[in-house]
């Protein structure tokens, strides 16, 4: 039991609203699930209040846009989201003080727009063009995203946008990567990364470019849809929700990546349930899919045997 006298001399640290405890996640070994070859290390950003590495990008936004009369004071936000963008909004505009509107494709899981509407979010659910429940296409973010922009016309609110947000990109290069470099102490050879706007992939890899230009980028894209990769979109159908739309994104830097992974629906289900059952990680079908992208690059022996690939696991499981 801690004493009086020794709670007095422990540091308060008091966190103002749940904006500050966005950032600064930690960076956690994957030795059950990788022994080997190498060392697998993922930055655990699902550890967010929001739930996902979008909370980052969706602070970034919402404070920019404040700071230059885009947002006013109690104006709405709106925004298309599969989910992980809306909880983020949602967590930002809560302790902001602005309503929030998101359009989510009816494909994507029932839980996030649970999730949502708990957070007090206004969610409108748009019909899927191609897809089926649990497959989100582009085809069907398009339609979400048209279903935002005419909801911000109507209600004078901010569309967020952040397929082209500056802000998303921004925030990973300047906290993500450098978190990131810090934690592994300078020595990283590899970061993979799934891509959906392709924030998370571009920043960090920027920020570990500019520290060293030989680490290897890897983007992580679904099986049968990878534009990235130069290769038709024959599978616009899968389960890495809030990934892989079969197009490459606006802020896209071709630069930054050195080569492109592929993953199947069936690997990163085999991997989400080895998070789950060795690491005691419960996860979403992202994060699963870039445990195994860059586990099969550590295997590959395109890397040094002691090399060290991070990843990021994107969001919590408890949406899916």
């Given at each position: 039991?801690?004493?009086?006298?020794?709670?007095?001399?422990?540091?308060?640290?008091?966190?103002?609203?749940?904006?500050?405890?966005?950032?600064?996640?930690?960076?956690?070994?994957?030795?059950?699930?990788?022994?080997?070859?190498?060392?697998?290390?993922?930055?655990?950003e699902f550890m967010q209040p929001g739930g996902s590495v979008k909370d980052r990008a969706a602070r970034a936004i919402l404070r920019a846009a404040r700071a230059d009369g885009r947002l006013a004071p109690a104006a709405p936000?709106?925004?298309?989201?599969?989910?992980?963008?809306?909880?983020?909004?949602?967590?930002?505009?809560?302790?902001?003080?602005?309503?929030?509107?998101?359009?989510?494709?009816?494909?994507?899981?029932?839980?996030?727009?649970?999730?949502?509407?708990?957070?007090?979010?206004?969610?409108?659910?748009?019909?899927?063009?191609?897809?089926?429940?649990?497959?989100?296409?582009?085809?069907?973010?398009?339609?979400?995203?048209?279903?935002?922009?005419?909801?911000?016309?109507?209600?004078?609110?901010?569309?967020?946008?952040?397929?082209?947000?500056?802000?998303?990109?921004?925030?990973?290069?300047?906290?993500?990567?450098?978190?990131?470099?810090?934690?592994?102490?300078?020595?990283?050879?590899?970061?993979?990364?799934?891509?959906?706007?392709?924030?998370?992939?571009?920043?960090?890899?920027?920020?570990?470019?500019?520290?060293?230009?030989?680490?290897?980028?890897?983007?992580?894209?679904?099986?049968?849809?990878?534009?990235?990769?130069?290769?038709?979109?024959?599978?616009?159908?899968?389960?890495?929700?809030?990934?892989?739309?079969?197009?490459?994104?606006?802020?896209?830097?071709?630069?930054?990546?050195?080569?492109?992974?592929?993953?199947?629906?069936?690997?990163a289900a085999h991997w989400r349930r080895l998070l789950a059952t060795r690491e005691g990680l419960h996860v979403g079908y992202s994060a699963a899919a870039n445990v195994c992208a860059a586990a099969s690059l550590l295997a590959?022996?395109?890397?040094?045997?002691?090399?060290?690939?991070?990843?990021?696991?994107?969001?919590?499981?408890?949406?899916?």
């Amino acid at each position: 039991m801690i004493t009086r006298a020794e709670s007095a001399t422990v540091p308060s640290i008091i966190a103002a609203s749940a904006l500050d405890l966005i950032g600064r996640t930690p960076l956690i070994a994957l030795d059950r699930v990788h022994p080997g070859p190498g060392r697998l290390l993922a930055k655990a950003e699902f550890m967010q209040p929001g739930g996902s590495v979008k909370d980052r990008a969706a602070r970034a936004i919402l404070r920019a846009a404040r700071a230059d009369g885009r947002l006013a004071p109690a104006a709405p936000v709106v925004e298309m989201s599969s989910g992980n963008m809306g909880a983020g909004l949602a967590v930002a505009c809560a302790t902001l003080g602005h309503p929030l509107v998101v359009t989510l494709s009816a494909g994507n899981s029932p839980q996030r727009a649970r999730m949502l509407e708990a957070l007090g979010a206004e969610v409108v659910l748009v019909k899927q063009v191609d897809g089926v429940p649990g497959q989100v296409t582009g085809a069907d973010v398009a339609a979400a995203a048209e279903a935002a922009r005419h909801a911000a016309r109507q209600r004078g609110g901010f569309y967020v946008d952040q397929f082209h947000a500056p802000e998303g990109v921004a925030i990973h290069r300047d906290t993500t990567g450098p978190e990131i470099w810090a934690q592994c102490g300078g020595r990283i050879e590899a970061w993979v990364a799934s891509v959906g706007t392709g924030a998370t992939f571009l920043g960090v890899a920027a920020a570990l470019r500019a520290r060293n230009p030989h680490v290897l980028c890897a983007a992580v894209e679904p099986e049968g849809c990878r534009p990235l990769a130069g290769e038709p979109v024959a599978k616009p159908r899968h389960v890495l929700q809030g990934t892989g739309y079969g197009s490459v994104p606006p802020h896209w830097d071709p630069g930054l990546m050195d080569l492109a992974l592929a993953v199947s629906d069936d690997e990163a289900a085999h991997w989400r349930r080895l998070l789950a059952t060795r690491e005691g990680l419960h996860v979403g079908y992202s994060a699963a899919a870039n445990v195994c992208a860059a586990a099969s690059l550590l295997a590959s022996g395109r890397l040094p045997a002691d090399a060290i690939a991070v990843t990021v696991l994107c969001d919590t499981g408890l949406k899916y």
